[in-house]
C-alpha cells in the first residue's frame, strides 16, 4: 500500500476511535477564516460516517489562530487540518531538540541540518491527543482557559509558548483555568500548552539573605544572580501533630507591650490586626529588627504594596543592618494577579528551608487581606462561584493552609521552628468581618491595634483588651514572666478604677496612688518605632515601674526618666544586664542588686526627679 493511503488509512482509523470515546462531547471547528455552511456540513458528514452516528459541528472563527482550521473532538483530541501548519511545527519542534553547536556552527553546517530536516518531514495530518498537551481557548486579564490537559494536576505547571509558565488552578470538565506566570503578549486563542509534570519550587537557602526577589525567587534588586542550595515547593503539607512540639521558646520582638502582655514563640501564628496606619507594618519590622544576633532568619513578605512602600522598608532594614539575615519577596500592584497569590507561599518555603535545617526563622505576611482581595480577583476570572462578601467559600482553606505551615518540630525533626506574623487589615475596626474572622480563628493569638489609641499618641496603639497569645507565658522567660504579672496587675486595677474617677466618684489615697502608678506604667509600655530593647532592658525597666521608682516623675517626663535609668544601670551596673541576659531569671541575688541599683539611682542628685 503507498504511504499516502496508509497515512489515510491511519487516520480514518484513528479518526473512528476518537469520537467513538467522545460520544455525546460537542465537536468544533475552528478556523482562521470563516468557512462557507457548505463545508462545515461536508466535514460532519464525513464524520458522521465515520462514527455511524449522526455528529453536529459547530463553527468558531478565530483570526489569531497559528494554523488555517483546527478540528476539537471534545476536550480529548485534536486535529490540526492545516497540513502545512502542522509540518512546520515538526520541524521547529526538531529545532528545538537540535544541539546549539549544530545551530551555531558553520553556516553549510546549518544549511545541512536544514537539509535534512525538510527531506525527512512532511505534511501530515495526525489526530492528536490531548491528555499531554492543550490548546488556548481565552486568554486575559492574568489567566488562561485551556482545552485538553485531561491529565494535569492541580498547581501542576503548565509551559505556554515562548517559555511562559503557567498554573493549572481551576480543573473544569471541558477545560483546564491556568493562571500566567509571564507576559499574556505571546499567548493567543489557540495557542499549545504542554505539561511539564512538576509543581512549582522556589529557590532557597543563605544566598536569598539579602535580597529582593520575586514571587518566583528571581532577584530584583539588579544585583549578582542568586545560586539557591535548594530549591522547595511553594505549597507543600504542612506538619503533622506527631512531627510538632510545644512552643516553649521566645521569640523576643523588643517591644515591650508586646514581651510583657502579648509573648511570642518560635513556631507561633500571631495575627498582627487593626486599621489602615496604624502601626500594624511597624510591629513587624521592629520583630525583625529585634533578631539581630539571635540566629533567627527573616523573610518578609509584601503582598500588593507600592514600590515606594517596599523601598522604604528595605532602607529601615539595611539603616539598622538587618538585611544580613532577611529576604524580602516582593509582589507588585500591576504584576500578574498569580504573583500576587503565590508571594505568601514563596516566602514561606523560603522560611521552611530554615526550620527543616534545626534553625529557627521568622516570616512576615504583609498583608493578607491583600492576598485574599488578589484571590478574589482571580477567583472572579476563572468563573467560581461566590461567597460571603463575594469570597470564594474556600478562602479559609487557602490561608490554613499557608499558616499552619508555621510549627516548631520535634527534636526528631531536629527541632527547628518557623514563626508566622500575618497581617490583615480592618475597616474601622470590625473584626467580625469575614477574613478577620477567618485568620483570628486559624492563629494563635492577635494583637489588636486600635485607631483610637495611635491618634492619642500610643505607640505602639496596642488594645490590651482585645489582643491575647494563646502560648502565654510558656513562651516568655522566666524574668519576663516575673515583672509582667504585676504589670498586668497593675494596668488592670487602673483600667478598672479609671471608669469610676470618671463619673466623679471620690477615692482614697491609696486608690490615687494606684492610679498614678497604672498611668504611668501605661506610659513606659510607649516605645519609639525601629528601636527595639533588648530582653535585659525591658525587664529592668519593667521591674523599676513595679517597683515605684518612676511614682513621682510627671507623666511627661516619664520617657526621659527611663532613658536615664537604663543609661545609669548600663554605666555604673553593667553586671546587672549581663547577669539577666545569661539567666534569664530574676534570681534572689539578682534581686538583691536591682533594688540596690534603683536606690542608687533615685537618691543621687542628678537622676533625682
Request: glycine share 10%; with cysteine.
Amino acid at each position: 500500500m503507498p504511504t499516502s493511503e496508509r497515512s489515510d488509512a491511519e487516520l480514518g482509523t484513528a479518526l473512528r476511535s476518537a469520537l467513538s470515546s467522545c460520544e455525546g462531547v460537542a465537536v468544533t471547528l475552528c478556523s482562521k477564516t470563516y468557512l462557507e455552511d457548505e463545508i462545515v456540513h461536508r466535514v460532519a458528514e464525513m464524520l458522521s460516517r465515520m462514527a455511524g452516528r449522526n455528529v453536529a459541528v459547530e463553527l468558531r472563527v478565530n483570526p489569531t489562530m497559528d494554523a488555517g482550521a483546527i478540528l476539537y473532538l471534545g476536550g480529548d483530541h485534536r486535529v490540526t487540518l492545516d497540513a502545512r501548519a502542522t509540518w512546520l511545527a515538526g520541524i521547529e519542534r526538531e529545532l528545538d531538540a537540535a544541539g546549539e553547536e549544530e545551530l551555531t556552527g558553520a553556516p553549510e553546517d546549518t544549511y545541512g541540518l536544514l537539509h535534512r530536516l525538510l527531506e525527512t518531514t512532511s505534511p501530515s495530518v495526525s489526530v492528536e491527543e490531548l491528555s499531554e498537551s492543550g490548546t488556548v481557548l481565552e486568554v486575559g486579564d492574568g489567566v488562561a482557559f485551556v482545552a485538553g490537559l485531561r491529565r494535569v494536576g492541580s498547581q501542576e505547571l503548565v509551559e505556554f509558548p515562548g517559555g511562559v509558565l503557567g498554573i493549572a488552578f481551576s480543573l473544569l470538565e471541558d477545560k483546564v483555568g491556568c493562571l500566567l506566570l509571564g507576559p499574556e503578549e505571546g499567548i493567543s486563542e489557540g495557542s499549545d500548552v504542554r505539561r511539564t509534570g512538576h509543581l512549582l519550587r522556589v529557590p532557597a537557602g543563605e544566598t536569598l539573605l539579602g535580597r529582593v526577589v520575586n514571587s518566583l525567587g528571581d532577584p530584583i534588586d539588579g544585583k549578582r544572580p542568586i545560586t539557591a542550595r535548594a530549591y522547595l515547593p511553594a505549597e507543600r503539607k504542612a506538619p503533622g501533630v506527631v512531627e510538632r512540639q510545644p512552643v516553649t521558646t521566645s521569640l523576643h520582638t523588643g517591644i515591650k507591650a508586646l514581651d510583657a502582655l502579648v509573648p511570642l514563640g518560635r513556631g507561633q501564628r500571631e495575627l498582627i490586626i487593626g486599621d489602615r496606619r496604624v502601626g500594624k507594618t511597624t510591629i513587624a519590622i521592629d520583630t525583625i529588627l529585634a533578631q539581630r544576633g539571635t540566629g533567627v532568619c527573616c523573610i518578609y513578605a509584601a503582598i500588593g504594596q507600592k514600590a515606594s512602600s517596599v523601598a522604604r522598608v528595605v532602607s529601615i532594614l539595611e539603616e539598622h543592618g538587618a538585611m544580613e539575615y532577611t529576604t524580602v519577596v516582593v509582589a507588585f500592584p500591576n504584576e500578574q494577579p498569580a504573583f500576587r497569590y503565590l508571594a505568601p507561599y514563596t516566602a514561606c518555603a523560603m522560611g521552611e528551608y530554615y526550620m527543616e535545617a534545626g534553625r529557627d526563622a521568622l516570616v512576615v505576611f504583609d498583608d493578607l487581606s491583600k492576598h485574599a482581595v488578589t484571590y478574589r480577583e482571580v477567583s472572579a476570572l476563572l468563573g467560581r462561584p461566590i461567597g460571603r462578601e463575594a469570597y470564594p467559600g474556600d478562602i479559609f482553606y487557602v490561608h490554613s493552609r499557608l499558616l499552619e505551615r508555621a510549627a516548631r518540630l520535634s527534636d526528631e525533626r531536629r527541632g527547628g521552628s518557623l514563626t508566622a506574623l500575618p497581617i490583615v487589615e480592618t475597616l474601622a475596626g470590625d473584626i467580625s468581618a469575614f477574613i478577620p474572622t477567618n485568620v483570628i480563628s486559624i492563629c494563635d493569638g492577635q494583637i489588636m491595634l486600635s485607631a483610637d489609641l495611635f491618634n492619642e499618641g500610643s505607640r505602639p496603639a496596642m488594645e490590651v483588651g482585645l489582643s491575647v497569645s494563646r502560648v502565654g507565658g510558656s513562651a516568655q522567660t522566666r524574668a519576663m514572666k516575673q515583672v509582667a504579672g504585676r504589670l498586668r496587675v497593675d494596668l488592670a486595677q487602673y483600667e478598672e478604677m479609671a471608669q469610676f474617677v470618671k463619673f466623679g466618684a471620690e477615692v482614697d489615697e491609696a486608690t490615687v496612688r494606684q492610679l498614678a502608678r497604672g498611668e504611668r506604667a501605661r506610659e513606659l509600655l510607649k516605645q519609639a518605632q525601629h528601636a527595639p530593647m533588648s530582653a535585659e532592658v525591658e525587664v529592668l525597666v519593667l521591674y523599676a515601674v513595679g517597683r515605684g521608682v518612676f511614682d513621682a516623675v510627671p507623666v511627661d517626663g516619664i520617657a526621659e526618666a527611663e532613658r536615664r535609668l537604663v543609661e545609669y544601670v548600663s554605666k555604673d551596673h553593667p553586671g546587672i544586664l549581663a547577669e539577666l541576659g545569661e539567666s534569664g531569671s530574676l534570681s534572689p541575688e539578682i534581686t538583691e542588686r536591682l533594688d540596690s541599683a534603683l536606690a542608687s539611682f533615685a537618691t543621687e542628685p542628678q537622676h533625682a526627679t
